[in-house]
């Protein structure tokens, strides 16, 4: 009997104790807190910045962010039928070129309140309503293409020792860039002849133009000479460009000549035909910095925007535009 009482007692021992072994071994999982949710990863700061435009059309300043400036310069400057690495290149130059403007003030006199013109004084800028206007039933398209192509580049620069670069470009070369100082006062680094041979292929290469001789003279302030000669050549650029020619005695560049003329290049020959004269240009734009059609046809051989930039701009880095946000 005393034997039995003993195993009932201690049955009932180990009947109580179970459960706190359990409790001991694996922790009581309903009471047990759960771990805590990781923290969503806070997105990088962007500096916020805000371009003034001044309306040409309408006088009046306009203020908007820097990426929808940005969609409104590529959307008037480049085709949207270009290749999306060309525009991912339009795109870094338009944002460099207005960064820079915003820390320097080129002196360029302006309306009040303003950083830059909706003009080619500038970078062409259109907004909605005029790029729907512009467009029509392509606007959908084209617009997302665009959009897309400064998303891809968001906030990126090119810079050369740290600074937002000088980003000249233009639509079409005679076959090669030309150097800053050719056509401008300053020489820059990065701003050196390149060859883009792809270029001959742009349905802007070649121009002619037919002015008469009388036109001809009161627009430069020349007389030609009786012999029917036109002028001779005395230099050329680095780019292949005309640097300078004689008129019957008068020195000319060929800026001047161009500009004077209305010529789409500093690449020009010309004969006289009679009472005109018959210019022939090959190229569209001063030809310093990158070539919107070049571009276009390296990305066409797969090229990336990265590879057309850094091409067309010797020695250049891209950069974060927070680099120099702090100088605006």
Known sequence: MRQWMIATVALFTLILLIPALVVLAFGEKQNTP??????????RDEPTVEVAVYRSKEKKVERLPLEQYVVGVVAAEMPAEFEMEALKAQALTARTY????????????????????????????????????MWGISYEWKIKKIKEAVEATRGQILTYNNEPIEAAFFSTSNGYTENSEAYWQNAFPYL??????????????YEQVTLSVREFEQRLGVKLPKDGSVGKILARTPGKRVAL?????????????REKLQLKSTDFTWTRQGNNIVITTKGYGHGVGMSQYGANFLAKQGKTYKEIVQYYYRGVQIHDVSLVASKF
């Open 245 to 257: 020619v004689d008129i019957h005695g008068k020195k000319l560049t060929g800026r001047e000549v």
């Open 34 to 43: 759960l771990p805590a949710e990781p923290k969503p990863v806070q997105a």
């Open 98 to 133: 207005i960064v820079k403007q915003l820390m320097h003030n080129q002196p360029i006199q302006l309306p009040e309140g303003a950083n830059v013109t909706d003009t080619v004084m500038h970078q062409v800028y259109y907004n909605d309503e005029q790029l729907k206007e």
């Open 192 to 205: 050196t002849s390149v060859e883009s041979p792809w270029d001959t292929k742009s349905p802007k290469f």
